[in-house]
C-alpha cells in the first residue's frame, strides 16, 4: 500500500449514503482544540484514539475518517511511526472503500497521509500521494485556496529530503505566497521558510540563500498583528531550534521567551 499508490484505484463513485449511527464530528474536533488549546497535548492521542474506536463500534466510517486525519498530525507531533502508518493504511482504505479518492475532503486526507509518509522518511512513496492530491486539488479549488499553501509545502519537503532543490525550491515559494494572502498567516510563512533554509544548509552550509530565508521567517514571526496563542508558541518552536542550529541565535532566544510567556499563561 505506501510503496505503491495507483490513483486509478481512487476515481469510484462517492458513496453519499447516510451512516445510521453518525458521531457529532464537529463536536469531537472541538473537544480536541481545547484540549491543544489548554496546552495538554499528551491527552490528544488517547482522546482521539477512544472516538476512533467509538467510530469503529457504531459503523460510523466518515468519523472513522475524520478523527483517523486528525490522529495522522497527533502521530506526526508524538513521532509515533508505527501508528502513523498504520493509520496511513487504514484511511487510505477507507477513502478507497468508499469513494472519496476523487473529492476534496478525501483528498485532503490523502494530503495528511503523504504527509505522514514523507514525515516517517517515506518520500519517495509519498510523491504519487501528493500529485495525486494536485490533480484533485486544481480541479475543483481555486489556485488561491489555502489548501495548495499545505499541498505545496509539504510536497516540498519531500522533495527536499530527497535533495531535489529544484523541484522543492518552486513549491516552497508558492505556499509563501498563498500563506502571505492569508490574515495571520505568519506563523506558517516562518516554518516554511525555516524549511527553506534548511534544505539549502543540508545541501551546501555556505549557501548565500540561507540567511535571508531565516530574516524573512524572523519577518514574518515578528508581526504584532499575530495573536501570541497556543498556535503560536506551537508554530514557533518549529522555527526555534533552526534559528538555534544556524546561528541566528538573538532569535532563537527571543523566541524561546515568547513560547515560555505563552506557556505560562495557559
Known amino acids: 500500500m505506501?510503496?505503491?499508490?495507483?490513483?486509478?484505484?481512487?476515481?469510484?463513485?462517492p458513496d453519499r449514503e447516510p451512516c445510521?449511527?453518525?458521531?457529532?464530528?464537529?463536536?469531537?474536533?472541538r473537544g480536541l482544540d481545547a484540549l491543544?488549546?489548554?496546552?495538554?497535548?499528551?491527552?490528544?492521542?488517547?482522546?482521539?484514539?477512544?472516538?476512533?474506536?467509538?467510530?469503529?463500534d457504531c459503523g460510523d466510517w466518515r468519523?472513522?475518517?475524520?478523527?483517523?486525519?486528525?490522529?495522522?498530525?497527533?502521530?506526526?507531533?508524538?513521532?509515533?511511526?508505527?501508528?502513523?502508518?498504520?493509520?496511513v493504511d487504514s484511511a487510505l482504505e477507507i477513502i478507497k472503500a468508499h469513494g472519496m479518492g476523487r473529492t476534496v475532503s478525501g483528498a485532503t486526507v490523502l494530503l495528511n497521509a503523504a504527509t505522514t509518509m514523507g514525515c516517517f522518511g517515506l518520500y519517495e512513496e509519498?510523491?504519487?500521494?501528493?500529485?495525486?492530491?494536485?490533480?484533485v486539488y486544481s480541479d475543483n479549488l481555486d489556485p488561491h485556496d489555502y489548501r495548495f499553501a499545505g499541498l505545496w509545502n509539504n510536497m516540498a519537503q519531500s522533495h527536499a529530503a530527497l535533495g531535489q532543490i529544484e523541484e522543492a525550491e518552486p513549491l516552497f515559494e508558492a505556499a509563501v505566497a498563498i500563506l502571505g494572502e492569508l490574515p495571520n498567516g505568519g506563523s506558517e510563512i516562518a516554518v516554511t521558510l525555516c524549511s527553506m533554509a534548511e534544505m539549502y544548509d543540508r545541501a551546501d552550509p555556505e549557501d548565500m540563500r540561507i540567511a535571508p530565508c531565516l530574516e524573512r521567517a524572523?519577518?514574518?514571526?515578528?508581526?504584532?498583528?499575530?495573536?501570541?496563542?497556543?498556535?503560536?508558541?506551537?508554530?514557533s518552536?518549529?522555527?526555534?531550534?533552526?534559528?538555534?542550529?544556524?546561528?541566528?541565535?538573538?532569535?532563537?532566544?527571543?523566541?524561546?521567551?515568547?513560547?515560555?510567556?505563552?506557556?505560562?499563561?495557559?
Not at 241 to 250: E, I, N
Open 63 to 87: 468519523a472513522e475518517l475524520s478523527v483517523t486525519s486528525e490522529l495522522l498530525g497527533q502521530y506526526r507531533r508524538s513521532m509515533d511511526e508505527t501508528r502513523g502508518l498504520d493509520a
Open 218 to 235: 524572523w519577518e514574518a514571526l515578528d508581526d504584532s498583528a499575530l495573536p501570541r496563542d497556543a498556535y503560536y508558541a506551537f508554530m
Open 237 to 266: 518552536s518549529k522555527c526555534l531550534p533552526v534559528f538555534d542550529r544556524l546561528g541566528f541565535f538573538l532569535y532563537a532566544a527571543e523566541l524561546k521567551e515568547r513560547i515560555d510567556d505563552i506557556h505560562a499563561r495557559s
Open 126 to 135: 509519498s510523491l504519487p500521494l501528493f500529485r495525486h492530491v494536485s490533480r
Open 36 to 56: 491543544y488549546a489548554r496546552n495538554r497535548e499528551s491527552e490528544a492521542q488517547s482522546y482521539l484514539e477512544h472516538w476512533l474506536e467509538k467510530a469503529r
Open 20 to 29: 445510521e449511527h453518525a458521531l457529532d464530528v464537529p463536536e469531537i474536533i
Open 2 to 13: 505506501r510503496c505503491c499508490f495507483d490513483a486509478s484505484e481512487y476515481i469510484g463513485v
